[in-house]
């Protein structure tokens, strides 16, 4: 700790000039996404990816090779018609096309949007038509999709040997073969885009995200501050790039930095990814709370092989329980810690593994240098310590601030100069802030506000507990009651008895008022395809069985 910066230090120093200093290009004056995220670090025999495909087999990529392979994705795309300010769709795993595509979009100064694997044809259709992207590439499995998507736009696709090419489509594996890797990098400004994203829908129909080149001053600094990555770690971001803080933070920001970053082709599992850190000797760790919580569950046995290999894990999507932050301590020798973001602003407020200052179990962070944080009340008050409020950002004191509203919207998302998450938090005294829910999530039972997320975190720390969702439902008497829909561990059978003990359980962990009135054991939580779990459809039905009956 004593060789890091002091939170206070970088904070009150902070200049977006030395932000700016730090890249190839300049907002003014002109910049390329691909030359800031590869042609800079060409000609020094620097790795970049290593890949591992779904049966195992490791590849490994310089920043020579992504610009070869770009310099042909780049090609091929401009022979589609696509030129500077055009969207590029990618519907694919993670494989080294993948980034070959990314970069070859960003250096024609076209805009890239991901579309993840999962999605079905309705949700990639809503995400086309927001766009208007003039092509999309995707592979076999996933190419059936698009048939059943309305106009869609021109396709590519990557096939296997043996595969049939769709009628019309491009075969994009045999037209980067022949294409030429020479291909001049098109500068654009700091306001122009280089990526359009969405939001994960929790609350409703995604929004589009435009994301201008002037963020990776932001994601620059997130990947410094937050992550702490060093020279020579061994980075691997388990989130997929078909959301904002893979495609931000797997592919954006470490190969910003000139660092490696690491892909596995295969789904996620806590044997596979304990396979991984163990034979690359990864050191520095990033994912989402599901991800950890799943690892949590595997047990103590299991994560033992790897022990004291990591030098850091980071957390962002979701709050972090305590328990899982004690279990990693615990078990894996690794201190994991929470950050904070937004598809819309990238991290935000984070427990920092670059600087020093105090972490607390339970709190995001402190506000990343660059940004000032604040506060609200309803009627757009700052407020002080513990009272809680809707957290949100100082737009003309944060500099590193690029997100100015959403892709043709009506209504505007910045007012009174501020930015409102939709989170509600509290300030701490020692300036750290504390998560409390959505908005929405906040329960209000017999004139106490209860957040989610406590309750949530109180449950998990009982052995029989593997997840659970906290939400309010209504009550005549109360307002709200609290409801626990509880996934157990294997080893466990729901029962009234086992429903009481949880909820004394967190009565005593808690307070007489916030325990959950009512457990009901499910087998799965309902989740965006991010992993974030959608408490809101769990209200929603409560709300409908009680009104039917």
């Known amino acids: 700790m004593s060789k890091m910066r002091r939170y206070d230090d970088a904070f009150a120093q902070f200049r977006i000039e030395d932000e700016i200093a730090r890249l190839h290009g300049n907002p003014t004056t002109g910049i390329n996404a691909y030359v800031e995220c590869c042609g800079r670090y060409t000609g020094e025999n620097r790795l970049a990816l290593r890949a591992i495909a779904a049966s195992g087999t490791l590849r490994e990529f310089s920043f020579d090779d992504l610009a070869d392979m770009s310099g042909r994705a780049a090609n091929v795309l401009k022979a589609a018609g696509v030129g500077a300010g055009g969207v590029v769709a990618g519907m694919l795993p993670r494989i080294p096309e993948l980034v ?27 995400r086309l038509k927001t766009s208007g992207a003039r092509l999309v590439v995707t592979n076999p499995a996933n190419r059936s999709k698009l048939d059943e998507v309305e106009n869609h736009p021109q396709v590519a696709t ?35 885009l280089f990526m359009m994203m969405s939001t994960s ?13 002037k963020a990776l001053l932001a994601f620059g600094a997130y990947m410094r501050e937050a992550i702490g990555l060093l020279p020579d770690d061994i980075f691997w971001n388990i989130a997929d790039p078909g959301w904002a803080y893979g495609l931000y933070y797997a592919i954006t920001g470490p190969l910003q930095l000139g660092i490696a970053t690491t892909f596995y082709e295969g789904a996620f599992n806590a044997k ?163 998560f409390i829910g959505r908005a929405d999530d906040v329960i209000t039972s017999s004139g106490y506000r209860i957040g989610p997320f406590d309750v949530e975190s109180a449950l998990i720390e009982h052995p029989s507990v593997n997840e659970a969702a906290v939400v309010g439902v209504p009550d005549p008497q109360r307002t709200e009651i609290v409801k626990a829909f509880v996934v157990l561990a294997p080893a466990y059978k729901g029962n009234p008895e086992l429903a009481e003990e949880l909820a004394q359980h967190v009565k005593k962990r808690l307070s007489a008022h916030a325990y959950p009135r009512e457990v009901e054991f499910v087998t799965e939580l309902p989740k965006t395809p991010s992993g974030k779990i959608q408490r809101f459809l769990l209200r929603k039905a409560e709300v409908e069985k009680r009104k039917a009956g």
Not at 111 to 124: D, E, M, N, R
Not at 163 to 169: N, R, W
């Open 100 to 126: 070959a595509l990314i970069l070859g979009t960003w250096r024609i100064g076209a805009v890239y949007q991901p579309l993840f694997t999962a999605f079905g044809s309705k949700a990639i259709e809503h």
């Open 158 to 192: 990557i096939l296997a040997p043996g595969e049939i090419l769709p009628e019309g489509d491009i075969d994009f594996r045999a037209a980067l073969a022949a294409a030429s890797p020479g291909c001049e990098p098109t500068l654009r400004k700091g306001d122009d």
């Open 201 to 213: 829908g929790t609350t409703g129909l995604p929004k589009g995200v435009p994301v201008p080149l």
């Open 272 to 434: 596979s990814t304990y396979d991984i850190i163990e034979r690359l000797g990864v050191t520095s760790l990033a994912g989402s709370p599901t991800a950890y919580r799943l690892l949590v569950a595997e047990g103590p046995e299991a994560a033992a092989r790897v022990k004291g290999r990591l030098r850091v894990v980071s957390s962002a999507g979701e709050p972090l329980n305590p328990e899982v932050i004690r279990w990693f301590d615990a078990h894996l020798a690794a201190p994991i810690l929470d950050h904070y973001g937004q598809t819309e602003n990238g991290m935000m407020v984070n427990n920092h593994h670059g600087l020093a200052h105090l972490v607390r179990a339970g709190s995001a962070g402190f506000a990343m240098p660059g940004y000032r944080m604040v506060v609200l009340d309803e009627a757009g008050n700052e407020l002080g310590p513990n009272q809680p409020g809707i957290l949100a950002v100082d737009i003309a004191k944060s500099p590193l601030r690029w997100f100015d509203g959403y892709h043709q919207a009506q209504t505007p998302a910045i007012s009174g100069g501020y930015y409102r998450t939709g989170d509600t938090v509290e300030y701490e005294p020692d300036g750290s802030i504390s």
